[in-house]
C-alpha cells in the first residue's frame, strides 16, 4: 500500500524502482512498437523497398539491422508509418464499431425527432472520415516519442501483490485522471470564443447516433485524447493496458452516442447523459464520470424522459427538447456574439 502510494505521489522517482522490481528483461517499453514492428515486417519493409524516397528523407539512418533501405529508425519513415496505421486503424474501428452499435444498439425511433437533421448518418460519416486523417496526423508525434522511449509506460508480469494492486489501481486511476483532462478541454472548448470554430461540429448532432462518436473537428478530437497521451508520458502504465485502455475508451465513445439508455447511474456519465449534452450543450462535459460535472457546477442528472422508451419517443417530449435546445443555442449565439465584440 506504501508502494502504491509512493507511485502515485512520484511516479518518475517510483517508476525506477518499479522497473527494478519486475524481472530481468523487464524494460522501458512503448506500446505502439509492437504494432509497429509487426506492421515493418509484414507491409512496410517490402513496400517501402519499391518506393523510391527522397536523399533528404534518408539522412539520419543509421540501423545496422534495417532490412529495408529506409532505416527503420529513421524519424520520418516511423511517422509515416504510425500516420498509415493510426488512420486505417482508426477508419476501420470508426466504421465497424458504430457501424455495429447502430445496427443492434442504437434505438432507431430517435431518427423521427424533429432535431434529427436529414441525412444526418451520412453527414456524421462524412464528417468523421474526413477528420480521421488530420487527427492521425496531429497523433504522431506523440507514437513516435513513445516507440523511441520517451513514454512512462513498462511491460513485464507482476511479481508480488503490490505490482498487481498497482496495476489494477491504473484503471480507475487511469479513468479518473483523463476524465478530468477531458472534462476541462470540453468545457474550454464550449467557451464562446472558441466552440464557434473548434466544437460546434460535434454539436450539429444535436440527436446523435452512433456515427457521430467520431464526428467532429480534427483538432477538437485530437485536444480531447491529449489526455490519454500526457498521461503515459507522466504516470507509469502497463504497455497493454494502456493499449486495452485505448480500446476501451474508443468504444466507450461509441457507447455514449448510441442512444440506448439502459444504466441509471448517478456515478457514470452515461448515453443518457452525454444525450443530455447534445440536446441541451452546457452540461455533462465529462467523459466517465459524473463526478467533475458536479464539482464544476455542471452536471444535469438525466430525468424519467432519458429512461422510459415511451417517454423518449413521445412526440410532446420531443417538442418541449426541440424549445429547450432552441432557447439555450439562441442564448449561446447572443453570448458568442457579446465575445465577438
Ligand atoms: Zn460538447
Ligand atoms: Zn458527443
Redesign the pocket.
Known amino acids: 500500500m506504501v508502494y502504491v502510494a509512493t507511485v502515485f505521489i512520484d511516479p518518475f522517482t517510483s517508476f525506477t524502482s518499479l522497473q527494478h522490481l519486475y524481472a530481468p528483461g523487464s524494460t522501458l517499453c512503448q506500446a505502439m512498437d509492437v504494432v509497429v514492428k509487426y506492421a515493418d515486417e509484414y507491409v512496410f519493409d517490402g513496400l517501402y523497398d519499391k518506393v523510391v524516397v527522397p536523399p533528404f528523407l534518408l539522412n539520419n539512418s543509421t540501423s545496422l539491422g534495417a532490412i529495408s533501405s529506409w532505416s527503420q529508425d529513421n524519424l520520418y519513415r516511423q511517422s509515416l508509418t504510425i500516420f498509415i496505421i493510426v488512420c486505417l486503424g482508426g477508419w476501420i474501428f470508426y466504421l465497424s464499431s458504430a457501424w455495429a452499435s447502430y445496427q443492434f444498439v442504437f434505438d432507431h425511433e430517435m431518427m423521427k425527432h424533429p432535431k434529427f437533421l436529414k441525412n444526418q448518418v451520412r453527414q456524421e460519416i462524412i464528417c468523421a472520415v474526413s477528420a480521421i486523417p488530420g487527427f492521425s496526423i496531429l497523433t504522431v508525434p506523440w507514437f513516435v516519442g513513445e516507440i523511441n522511449g520517451y513514454s512512462m509506460l513498462y511491460e513485464g508480469t507482476p511479481q508480488n501483490a503490490y505490482e498487481w494492486l498497482y496495476l489494477v489501481a491504473t484503471v480507475p486511476f487511469f479513468l479518473f485522471i483523463t476524465d478530468m483532462g477531458i472534462y476541462w478541454i470540453?468545457r474550454l472548448?464550449?467557451h464562446p470564443l472558441i466552440y464557434k470554430s473548434l466544437?460546434k461540429l460535434?454539436?450539429k448532432w444535436i440527436v446523435p447516433t452512433p456515427f457521430a462518436s467520431h464526428a467532429f473537428h480534427a483538432v477538437d478530437g485530437y485536444l480531447q485524447s491529449t489526455p490519454y497521451h500526457i498521461y503515459a508520458y507522466l504516470i507509469p502504465m502497463h504497455k497493454w493496458l494502456y493499449v486495452s485502455m485505448f480500446v476501451v475508451v474508443n468504444f466507450w465513445t461509441v457507447l455514449i452516442h448510441d442512444g440506448n439508455f439502459l444504466s441509471h447511474s448517478d456515478v457514470i456519465n452515461t448515453t443518457a447523459h452525454h444525450t443530455v449534452?447534445h440536446l441541451y450543450f452546457n452540461y455533462n462535459?465529462g467523459q466517465y464520470f459524473t463526478f467533475w460535472d458536479k464539482l464544476g457546477g455542471s452536471h444535469r442528472q438525466p430525468t424519467a424522459e432519458q429512461y422510459d422508451a415511451s417517454l423518449r419517443n413521445n412526440k410532446s417530449v420531443w417538442a418541449a427538447q426541440t424549445k429547450e435546445a432552441d432557447t439555450i443555442e439562441r442564448d449561446d449565439e447572443n453570448k458568442a456574439r457579446k465575445y465577438a465584440h
Request: hydrophobic share 10%; no cysteine.
Open positions: 470540453h472548448l464550449h466544437h460535434h454539436h449534452h462535459y
